[in-house]
């Protein structure tokens, strides 16, 4: 993590030139930006733009295809024999198993990346080939992009872009968590209202009025809580929100493809809660909505710098368009590319302003980390929202499926975000599942307690995206019905494991950090907030190895000691710490675990855990 990230968490940072050896690669089309914008002496390296529209002698060309990976080139469909057939929807099959129910398929373009491009004809022909392969596996196609390629040739000749897309079934669609990050005030509810219920604001925060959990946060139109929203696409690319179905389960049945949104606190009060969601939740993407009004203001250069240190994938909606004139607008959006090409954020903007941007904007966001979508639109206009759907529409998933295999081949390991008493259902835990598989009537140890044991339970029912379902995979996000077992002794932070596992638990850790930003100097005996995943418990600093204090933007090996309870944690897992002012971020490099805790396979069921009542 470079240093100078800490210029983003700097309480007085002012925005800092862009022109101290960066430049942005242009990302539009089929462009492929390159990783390597600039040149070692600061100069512009031209980048070849392979959706090149104008007449040229140079061929264009995309990168090569790869084995790996769901995106398929294929010069033509027309008219294949029945062998060849077959073949053919094998092969869409291993492509949408690698993206885990999508695949793109490229049409008019040679296995070399070379734009051929094909008559119209040919198109029709190859278009309704793909058509009856995608029948053939169970799935539905969308042509996204259709454009001519016209070099050396006198006829009109056309390539295309396709989407395919599984028809889902026993609830196994594409789920992508989305945390949705920015200012107080900059429309992040507004806007999850307006996608999910499928209506437009009224101006004064209608549509956001859904989303909220508690009376305090209606009446001060302020998020203090964590909120999940959801939004579907079927099989044909079209959305499915609350605007035709009347319920969740509704709308997972009919949806093959969905984007949890995860909506978190703007306000500096609730920043505990923003970093919980962010660390606990294990969003695949972050979404900084900016205020077109107010441009960078408040907690959002500080949002930002969060997701960038967690390594997220940051894409950025300025909202509010509809408020101010147009040169306020790209006022705003030169400011976040100022920010965003800044030495600390190495990021390459790309502002998208139709359907191509949206769809090129997509594919590249998941292949290059340094890419950042930059849209602009309205909730209350609804100006410009087509295109945010058409980009969540195509978003790929991070891991592919042989990376889902691997984690689903592990011991169960479910991590507790959540705590509810639920009438009639009993104790229930919301929180992600890390790895293994879960099923209901599965028994599981929770742990660690306050003495570093860990208890008994069983699960009795789950719930994913508010539907029932039978079993969960490693990555998903659900809520488990714990029956009558003792809500008072769980707390966010534990984790629900196989009994088999053999956890470490441990007062004592050792974490190599960067201090982003700090008022003083950081030394031995200053207590901070540890966030870890999903546990957030204070620590005293016991030990800075090799020096006696740190100062801002300084490295250094530090032994932490929590002051509560021992917590479980894993070697590697990425770490965040604050306490007013000072930040800092590092990963785990050492536990030391605790002596007091047994064997789970020697564990009982706390006498506690069970109600006194139940029989």
């Known amino acids: 993590m470079d240093p100078r990230v800490a210029e983003l968490f700097g309480a007085s940072s002012g925005l800092k030139s862009a022109s101290q050896g960066l430049c942005s690669g242009s990302g539009n089309g089929f462009g492929i930006v390159s990783k390597k914008a600039c040149s070692k002496n600061g100069k512009k390296v031209k980048n070849r733009s392979t959706r090149n529209t104008k007449p040229n002698n140079n061929p264009p060309y995309l990168p090569p295809e790869v084995e790996e990976g769901n995106i398929e080139y294929k010069l033509k ?11 053919l929807a094998t092969q869409m099959k291993w492509r949408l198993q690698e993206g885990r129910g999508e695949a793109v398929y490229q049409i008019g373009v040679e296995d070399n990346g070379l734009l051929v491009g094909l008559s119209e004809e040919d198109m029709r ?17 969308t042509v996204l ?9 006198e006829v009109p000749r056309k390539i295309a872009e396709v989407l395919v897309r599984k028809v889902p079934d026993d609830q196994q669609f594409l789920d992508l968590r989305v945390a949705v990050l920015g200012n107080v005030d900059s429309g992040k509810s507004t806007l999850l209202g307006v996608l999910t219920q499928g209506e437009l604001d009224n101006g004064r925060g209608r549509a956001r009025l859904n989303l909220f959990r508690h009376l305090h946060e209606i009446q001060t139109g302020r998020t203090s809580s964590i909120s999940f929203e959801i939004l579907g696409f079927n099989s044909q690319g079209e959305v499915v929100n609350y605007s035709e179905s009347r319920t969740a389960e509704e709308i997972c049945e009919s949806a093959s493809k969905m984007i949890t949104f995860i909506d978190l606190a703007g306000h500096h009060k609730y920043l505990k809660t923003t970093i919980f969601g962010l660390t606990s939740y294990c969003p695949d993407f972050a979404m900084l909505v900016v205020g077109a009004n107010t441009g960078i203001a408040g907690t959002t250069r500080e949002h930002l710098g969060l997701a960038m240190a967690l390594k997220v994938p940051i894409f950025i909606v300025v909202s509010k368009v509809d408020l101010c004139p147009r040169g306020a607008v790209e006022r705003t959006v030169r400011q976040l590319e100022r920010i965003l090409k800044q030495p600390g954020c190495n990021k390459l903007p790309l502002q998208v302003s139709n359907q191509d941007d949206a769809v090129t904007a997509a594919q590249q966001f998941a292949q290059s980390p340094s890419i950042t979508p930059i849209f602009t639109l309205s909730s209350v206009s609804g100006e410009s929202l087509d295109l945010l759907k058409v980009f969540l529409n195509i978003l790929p998933p991070l891991s592919n499926s ?35 598989i879960c099923r209901e ?34 990555g998903q996000a659900a809520t488990l019905a714990l029956g009558n077992f003792n809500r008072s ?5 534990m984790v629900m494991v196989s009994p088999e596992m053999n956890p470490t638990i441990c007062w004592l850790f050792e974490a190599e950090i960067v201090l982003l930003f700090h008022a ?14 999903n546990v957030r418990q204070t620590a005293t600093v016991e030990r800075l190895h090799g020096k006696d204090e ?9 032994r932490f000691r929590f002051i509560k309870h021992p917590e479980y944690l894993k070697l590697g897992a990425k770490l965040l710490f604050r306490e007013g002012v000072t930040k800092g971020i590092g990963h785990v490099t050492l536990l030391h675990p605790a002596a007091l805790h047994t064997h789970p396979a020697a564990l009982h069921t706390h006498p506690a855990a069970l109600h006194t009542h139940h029989s």
């Not at 002794?489 to 932070?493: A, E, F, M, P, S």
């Open 402 to 436: 042989k990376e889902q295999e691997e984690l689903m081949q592990q011991l169960t390991e479910f991590q507790v975000d959540e705590i509810y008493t639920v009438p009639d259902v009993g104790t229930v835990v919301g929180g992600t599942l890390y790895s293994g």
């Open 145 to 153: 992009t259709e454009r001519e390629v016209d070099y050396d040739s």
């Open 520 to 533: 003083r100097t950081f030394r031995k005996g200053f207590q901070v907030t540890v966030h870890v995943g």
């Open 77 to 87: 469909l027309v008219s294949p024999t029945q062998h060849r057939f077959e073949h």
């Open 441 to 474: 009537g599965d028994r599981l140890v929770v742990g660690p307690t306050d003495e570093g044991r860990f208890m008994g339970l069983k699960v009795s029912s789950m719930q994913r995206n508010r539907s029932a379902c039978r079993v969960l995979r490693a």
């Open 489 to 493: 002794l769980l707390r966010k932070g």
């Open 550 to 558: 740190l100062r801002t933007g300084e490295k250094a090996v530090v």
């Open 125 to 141: 022909a190859s278009l309704r080939t793909l058509r009856r392969m995608a029948e053939k596996v169970g799935a539905d196609i």
